[in-house]
């Protein structure tokens, strides 16, 4: 269980890096891969739904996707 938060870890490093994410996107990707909703990612990073879906649509235009899971495939790819 360590080792794959080590490689996921790695990969959302590799996902900064690549796609020029911010901390908080970063932040929001690495809820997206728990699978956690919107509304949970707010509460966790207390801030509001509508924040975490700027963020999202920002993530989406940098990693080139459309979806929350089309965001995921380009992270796990790396």
């Known amino acids: 269980m360590e080792e794959l938060g080590r490689r996921q870890e790695a990969m959302v490093d590799?996902?900064?890096?690549l796609f020029r994410l911010t901390t908080r996107e970063v932040a929001v990707v690495q809820h997206l891969l728990k699978g956690w909703?919107?509304?949970e990612i707010a509460?966790?990073?207390?801030?509001t739904e509508q924040t975490?879906?700027?963020h999202i649509k920002h993530i989406m235009a940098?990693?080139?996707t459309t979806?929350?899971?089309g965001?995921?495939?380009?992270?796990l790819r790396l």
Do not use: G, P
Not at 43 to 47: D, F, Q, T
Not at 71 to 75: D, F, I, N, R, T
């Open 37 to 39: 909703t919107n509304k």
């Open 67 to 69: 979806t929350r899971t």
């Open 71 to 75: 965001v995921l495939v380009q992270v």
């Open 62 to 64: 940098k990693t080139k």
């Open 43 to 47: 509460n966790a990073l207390k801030v």
């Open 14 to 17: 590799q996902a900064k890096e």
């Open 52 to 54: 975490v879906k700027e």
